[in-house]
Nanobody, 114 residues
Framework: QVQLVESGGGLVQAGGSLRLSCAASGSAFSINAMGWYRQAPGKQRELVARIRRGSSTVYADSVKGRFTISRDNGKNWVSLQMNSLKPEDTAVYYC????????WGQGTQVTVSS
């Protein structure tokens, strides 16, 4: 059974930084994509950043230049460095991996105060 263990998140003032990490284990298949999505209250879940096994990345326009995603293929680990945080970044952030299915973490709260 695939498990995703997330860490990081919390409360930070606007302009501050946080780092999210996620470790995936238990997959019998090669993990292709890893990334982060977020969901704010009353809104749909949206892509924040995604990185493929070959290191190509995709970022939401709203986080470009502020967030950086990285991964360790050998350890099936992905992190998201979030700088210059804004109140509108407040959301539950979900780790995501894709092997033969989409897999999701339990979510971690990020709150940015103004």
């Amino acid at each position: 059974q695939v498990q995703l263990v997330e860490s990081g998140g919390g409360l930070v003032q606007a302009g501050g930084s946080l780092r999210l990490s996620c470790a995936a284990s238990g997959s019998a298949f090669s993990i292709n994509a890893m990334g982060w999505y977020r969901q704010a209250p009353g809104k749909q879940r949206e892509l924040v950043a995604r990185i493929r096994r070959g290191s190509s990345t995709v970022y939401a326009d709203s986080v470009k230049g502020r967030f950086t995603i990285s991964r360790d293929n050998g350890k099936n680990w992905v992190s998201l460095q979030m700088n210059s945080l804004k109140p509108e970044d407040t959301a539950v952030y979900y780790c995501y991996v894709h092997d033969i299915l989409d897999r999701w973490g339990q979510g971690t709260q990020v709150t940015v105060s103004s």
